[in-house]
């Protein structure tokens, strides 16, 4: 089973936080495949995939709406077949054992297939963002309204994405320290971001 770590990271804090939400939905669903559960505790994990699945599509699509991902479509399309499926599958379990393997595929394809592969395109968009946006239009005329503080410390490859009001609490003074290595954040990157 695969386990969260950082390089799943989008650097938005509330996608992150579902995401690994949902790794662990995903552990729950594979340790469900191995052992002796009852259908309602089946019942209660798939329950809880459809709830959090539907939330955090939804913020997900606001997030790329946000940063002016040029793939939202798809991605929305994305969204909404994997919904499909989960309602297809819950509604189409007979027993025990295949309600399980239905579980464990909706896990699986949820974790390899979206998040490590499709997710990752958002980040690739972001990062490509943060390496060639400046002030100024955009592509197309689109003036950017909005900015974006990105923070850097001691641990490799890794961003912080620090919201507007911790950004001048920084700038006046203050000391925030990243949790993994316990170094003060370091601004890096101003961007402007489509509104």
Same mark, same amino acid.
């Given at each position: 089973?695969?386990?969260?770590?950082?390089?799943?990271?989008?650097?938005?804090?509330?996608?992150?936080?579902?995401?690994?939400?949902?790794?662990?939905?995903?552990?729950?669903?594979?340790?469900?495949?191995?052992?002796?559960?009852?259908?309602?505790?089946? /019942?209660?994990?798939?329950?809880?995939? #459809?709830?959090?699945?539907?939330?955090?599509?939804?913020?997900?699509?606001?997030?790329?709406?946000?940063?002016?991902?040029?793939?939202?479509?798809?991605?929305?399309?994305?969204?909404?077949?994997?919904?499909?499926?989960?309602?297809?599958?819950?509604?189409?379990?007979?027993?025990?054992?295949?309600?399980?393997?239905?579980?464990?595929?909706?896990?699986?394809?949820?974790?390899?297939?979206?998040?490590?592969? &499709?997710?990752?395109?958002?980040?690739?968009?972001? /990062?490509?963002?943060?390496?060639?946006?400046?002030?100024?239009?955009?592509?197309?005329?689109?003036?950017?309204? &909005?900015?974006?503080?990105?923070?850097?410390?001691?641990?490799?490859?890794?961003?912080?994405?620090?919201?507007?009001?911790?950004?001048?609490?920084?700038?006046?003074?203050?000391?925030?320290?990243?949790?993994?290595?316990?170094?003060?954040? /370091?601004?890096?990157?101003? #961007?402007?971001?489509?509104?």
């Amino acid at each position: 089973m695969i386990e969260w770590n950082d390089s799943y990271s989008v650097h938005n804090a509330l996608i992150d936080a579902q995401h690994k939400k949902l790794f662990e939905l995903a552990k729950q669903a594979y340790f469900m495949l191995n052992h002796q559960v009852t259908p309602d505790e089946i /019942r209660e994990v798939l329950a809880e995939f #459809c709830s959090y699945i539907k939330e955090h599509f939804d913020d997900e699509e606001k997030y790329m709406e946000k940063i002016g991902y040029p793939d939202i479509a798809n991605h929305k399309k994305i969204h909404n077949e994997l919904t499909n499926s989960l309602v297809t599958l819950i509604k189409n379990v007979k027993n025990v054992n295949e309600m399980k393997e239905k579980l464990h595929i909706v896990a699986k394809k949820w974790l390899l297939e979206h998040i490590l592969k &499709e997710d990752m395109k958002i980040e690739k968009f972001r /990062r490509s963002m943060i390496a060639g946006l400046n002030a100024g239009p955009i592509e197309g005329g689109i003036e950017p309204v &909005e900015e974006m503080y990105y923070y850097g410390c001691s641990c490799s490859g890794k961003l912080h994405d620090v919201p507007p009001d911790i950004h001048r609490r920084i700038e006046k003074g203050e000391k925030f320290r990243c949790k993994t290595c316990k170094q003060d954040i /370091r601004c890096v990157k101003v #961007c402007k971001i489509l509104n």
